[in-house]
């Protein structure tokens, strides 16, 4: 193994991944925990956030924007906290017209409280004037990690 080229290689890709981030525009940040974390498991967690995600598409969205095979665009991380114990998520989102702010914003936080079982909160912060883009990249540290959630985004 080549720890310093594996050192490189996930600095570069977290590098782009910030970028990433950044040339898409997101407005909105989230951050969705739930009351205990470590019980959670990576496949209740991706569960979860298609539910959640799902749900914010047919809320915001009108049914023929859906038939079609829109949605609102999205980055979602799935993350387990310093200690890997306290499994929760994050997303980076954006609508498809400026009235979609606050619908997101609003229904977010409320899908995520009420629907969620286990759920402990959802914050959903405005994200076009702080830089957040390598949030989501944090828990990257090592080329078999996976934090982000290719199947939630959009």
């Keep these: 193994m080549d720890f310093v080229g594996d050192y490189k290689k996930v600095g570069l890709i977290r590098q782009a991944g910030a970028t990433w981030v950044e040339q898409a525009g997101y407005w909105l940040f989230g951050n969705c925990t739930y009351v205990d974390g470590s019980i959670v498991s990576e496949e209740r967690a991706m569960r979860d956030a298609k539910f959640f995600f799902n749900a914010i598409d047919r809320h915001v969205l009108s049914r023929k924007a859906l038939r079609a095979g829109q949605r609102l665009e999205r980055q979602v991380y799935l ?67 996976k934090t982000l959630l290719v199947e939630c985004c959009n």
């Design 79 to 145: 993350e387990r906290g310093k200690a890997r114990t306290n499994t929760h998520l994050h997303f980076f989102m954006k609508g498809k017209a400026l009235e979609h702010y606050e619908i997101i914003q609003q229904v977010a936080e409320n899908l995520w409280n009420e629907k969620i079982y286990g759920s402990h909160n959802c914050v959903v912060l405005d994200n076009t004037a702080v830089n957040r883009n390598s949030y989501g990249w944090k828990e990257f540290d090592n080329l078999r990690a």
